[in-house]
C-alpha cells in the first residue's frame, strides 16, 4: 500500500512539471511490486497473455481493446516484448484548477429557451468527481468507477453539472440546457484527482449507454493513445466530446498550452472568457482551441445544496456541452459532425479575425436565429423506371437482352441510378441482378435461360432525392 501511494504521488509530481512524456524507468519500485498500468493489446492471442499473468483486473474496457491492471515489473517487461501488446502508466489526472451567472445572458440561452430549446432528451455524461444530491440538479443516472458510488466529494462535478443543467425554477441559478438529462460519472476523487484508467472506463461506459454529449472538465500533460482511442471511439459513434482545453495560459497567451483530451482531433477544446469578452488570464491557448465559452466568476451548484462561484476551463466547458444539447433538440436529425460544425459557426468572433489560438472560432452563441427546427424535407421527384426486351418469344439458348432504363418525371436519364432487376422462371427460380445506369440512363443484362415457359421480369430503379420505381414484363422461352 505504501509503495502504491508512493507511485501515485510521484506520477503526480510528474504531472504538475514540464509536459514530458511519463515513462516507467522514472519510477523505481522494489522487486515484486505492482504497478498501476493499462495493456492494449491487438489479438485475442496476445490478451490471453494477459489473462495467464492472473493479476488483478481493474477494468476490462468493451469499446477499446485494453485492460487496467497492477503488474510487477517483471511482467511489464515480459509484455513488452509482444509487438501486439502495448503498456502505458495508468498516469493521475485531474480537475482543471479553479481560482448570478454571467455566462447564461452572454451566451444568449434564454433565446434558444424563448424558441421551446431546453435541451429535453439529450443525455449528457459529466465525467468528473461526481454529482452531489441537489435540489436544483436532477441526476438522471451514473456510475462510479474506483468509488461506491457517483456522489460528488469534492464540488468540481456539481458544480460543472449546474452549469450544464440546473433547473429553470426559483432556486439559486439556472444552466444552460435546464431539461438535459444529466448522468453523473465519477472517476476522480474528493481531492479532484484519479487514474486515467478510470477516465477511459467513463468514456467506455457513456458509448455503452449511449450517451449524446461527453463533458470533461478534466486534463493532464501527457497524451495517452488507449484515452485517444476511447474519445475517438465515442466521436465516431456520435457522441460529442467536450474537454477543458486547460489552465496553463501563459499572461502573453504564446504558448502551446492545451492539455490532454482536449487536445485530441475528436474532442471540442474549449477556452474560458471572462465577463468582459477577454480571454480569462489562466485559460490555455494553441491551436487546438475550437471554441470559447464563460469561465471567470461562474456561479453553479455545489455541494450540500448550496451554490458557489469558481472560474476556470472547467466551467467553460459545461457551457459548451449544454450549448451542443440545444443544438441536438432543435436538430435531432443531424449527425456529431453537423452539430460540431454548427457550434463553429455560431459564434462571436473574438480576438484575431477568423480563428484563433485564444479564442478557437470564438465565444458560443445560441440565439433563436442558429437555433432554429430543422427545415422539412424538401418533396422528393419521382423516378421512371422500365424495363424491356429485345424480343418477346426466344428459343431455348437464345441470348436475352434485358434494359431498364431510368429517368426523371420529365423523361431525363439518370446517370449512376441504382437498378435491382430479378427474372423468374417457369418454375418460380428466382435470378436477381444488380447494377447502375449508364450516361444514358440504361443497365443492361444479357442472361440465358433453358427452362421452356414464360418469363417474369421486374425491375426496380432508384436515384438519390427521388422516390423509387419498377416495372414489370414477361417474354416467352420456347
Not at 469534492?154 to 439556472?174: F, K, W
Not at 483530451?261 to 480571454?279: E, F, L
Not at 472560474?311 to 444539447?325: C, H, N
Not at 442472361?447 to 414464360?454: A, E, L
Request: charged share 15%.
Amino acid at each position: 500500500m505504501l509503495m502504491k501511494k508512493l507511485f501515485c504521488l510521484m506520477l503526480v509530481l510528474v504531472m504538475m512539471m514540464a509536459q514530458t512524456t511519463v515513462g516507467f524507468a522514472a519510477v523505481q519500485t522494489p522487486t515484486g511490486a505492482t504497478e498501476r498500468v493499462i495493456v492494449k493489446y491487438k489479438a485475442s492471442k496476445a490478451k490471453s497473455k494477459i489473462v495467464n499473468l492472473k493479476a488483478k483486473v481493474r477494468h476490462e474496457y468493451k469499446h477499446v481493446n485494453a485492460m487496467a491492471l497492477s503488474l510487477t515489473r517483471q511482467q511489464i517487461n515480459k509484455l513488452e516484448e509482444d509487438p501486439d501488446i502495448k503498456v502505458e502508466p495508468d498516469v493521475v489526472v485531474r480537475a482543471t484548477a479553479q481560482t448570478a451567472d454571467w455566462g447564461i445572458a452572454q451566451t444568449t440561452a434564454p433565446t434558444a429557451w424563448s424558441s421551446g430549446y431546453t435541451g429535453k432528451g439529450v443525455k449528457v455524461a459529466v465525467i468528473d468527481t461526481g454529482v452531489a444530491t441537489h435540489s436544483d440538479i436532477p441526476v438522471a443516472g451514473g456510475a462510479s468507477f474506483g468509488y461506491n458510488s457517483y456522489i460528488d466529494d469534492n464540488g468540481h462535478g456539481t458544480h460543472v453539472a449546474g452549469i450544464i443543467g440546473a433547473r429553470n425554477n426559483t432556486l439559486g441559478t439556472v444552466g444552460i440546457a435546464p431539461d438535459a438529462q444529466i448522468y453523473a460519472v465519477k472517476v476522480l476523487d474528493a481531492s479532484g484527482s484519479g487514474y486515467l484508467s478510470d477516465v477511459i472506463a467513463g468514456v467506455d461506459w457513456a458509448i455503452t449507454n449511449q450517451m449524446h454529449i461527453i463533458n470533461m472538465s478534466l486534463g493532464m500533460s501527457t497524451s495517452s493513445s488507449l484515452l485517444e482511442s476511447a474519445v475517438n471511439k465515442a466521436y465516431s459513434q456520435g457522441i460529442l466530446v467536450v474537454a477543458a482545453a486547460g489552465n496553463s495560459g501563459t499572461s502573453t497567451g504564446t504558448s502551446d498550452s492545451v492539455e490532454y483530451p482536449a487536445k485530441y482531433d475528436s474532442v471540442i477544446a474549449v477556452a474560458a472568457t471572462d465577463s468582459a469578452n477577454q480571454r480569462g488570464y489562466f485559460s490555455s491557448t494553441g491551436p487546438d482551441v475550437e471554441v470559447a465559452a464563460p469561465g471567470v466568476n461562474i456561479y453553479s451548484t455545489y455541494l450540500n445544496n448550496t451554490y458557489a462561484t469558481m472560474s476556470g476551463t472547467s466551467m467553460a466547458a459545461p457551457y459548451v456541452a449544454g450549448d451542443l444539447a440545444l443544438l441536438k433538440e432543435a436538430n435531432a436529425g443531424a449527425s456529431a459532425a453537423q452539430l460540431r460544425q454548427m457550434l463553429q459557426q455560431r459564434v462571436l468572433d473574438l480576438g484575431t479575425a477568423g480563428k484563433d489560438t485564444w479564442f478557437g472560432y470564438g465565444l458560443i452563441q445560441a440565439p433563436v436565429s442558429t437555433v432554429t427546427p430543422p427545415e422539412p424535407p424538401a418533396e422528393q421527384q419521382a423516378t421512371v423506371t422500365t424495363v424491356s426486351t429485345d424480343k418477346a418469344i426466344y428459343r431455348v439458348g437464345n441470348i436475352v437482352t434485358i434494359k431498364t432504363k431510368v429517368t426523371n418525371a420529365s423523361g431525363t436519364a439518370l446517370s449512376g441510378a441504382t437498378v435491382v432487376l430479378t427474372v423468374t422462371n417457369p418454375k418460380g427460380v428466382i435470378q436477381k441482378f444488380t447494377g447502375t445506369t449508364n450516361s444514358l440512363g440504361v443497365f443492361t443484362v444479357n442472361p440465358k435461360y433453358s427452362v421452356k415457359g414464360t418469363y417474369k421480369v421486374n425491375a426496380a430503379g432508384s436515384y438519390t432525392g427521388y422516390t423509387s420505381s419498377n416495372q414489370t414484363k414477361t417474354f416467352i422461352m420456347k
